[in-house]
């Protein structure tokens, strides 16, 4: 069973921004929407798989230097097993809470948690099987702000994470028993982001390498990969934001992923 779990990582940028507004709006409320695609190309495994994500994030600026924050997140999964004639669902709840702190000169520290529970269901031509399973996530990263120009805002990014899953025990429907499944991952996330302010427009491109202590998913070798994307932010009046991403991967073998969202936040 191939499944992939995806950490909550805090909209970093989106705290910093609500630097700019007066004390008197410390609070920050976004709500987003994510679908994904993506298709594995395993020898021994073909599939294809399709994600909505929903989102509710709220946060608030905490003295001068400090924003505290919530999330919660739903995942609806399908997947079509082609080698082995499948279908499959899981359904992921989750709730994360994450932290920035300014340091100085630019520089920010920014750590999360989160935590998820998982509905599994998949179905193969004689075979079907239900299952529960639930992660947590811990990550601590520092961000490195630095402005080119006026217009023109870079940052730098490194950021470690810790993935502990647990697959609970099952017997599928011919009664076959599966025991239960612990596992844990490491991984360094390094890279960088341009962003570009144009009156109501910011366009920003992204960069990032990502270095695990072993395959995300078995056979495949993508301990080592880079994701890329695009995007740009909105400003609908000066308390309210419309953002919107396209991102992929490369270097990733068997594996093609792309995922686009819109997201909307608030301060007041």
Sequence with gaps: MLIKFKNLIPLLLLAISANAVADEKPWTMSAGLTYRDTNFTLPTNKSSSEYWSTNLSLNRKIGDATWLGGTIAFNDGSTRYKTLNGNGDVDTNSVGAYITHYLSTGLYVNGALSYGKLDINNKFTTTKLDSDADYTSASLGLTQLLPLSYNLMSSLNARFTHISTNIDSFTTNIGTSVADNNNSLNYLTLGGRLDYKMDIWTP?????????????????????????????????????????????????????????????????
């Design 204 to 268: 920003y491109v992204h960069l990032d390498w990502l270095k695990a202590s072993h395959e995300f998913i078995k056979n495949t070798g993508d301990d080592n990969y880079f994701t890329y994307g695009i995007g740009a932010n909105f400003m609908v009046n000066k308390e309210t934001s419309l953002g919107v991403s396209l991102n992929s991967v490369f270097a990733k073998r068997y594996v093609d992923d792309v995922n686009v969202g819109i997201n909307l936040s608030h301060r007041f």
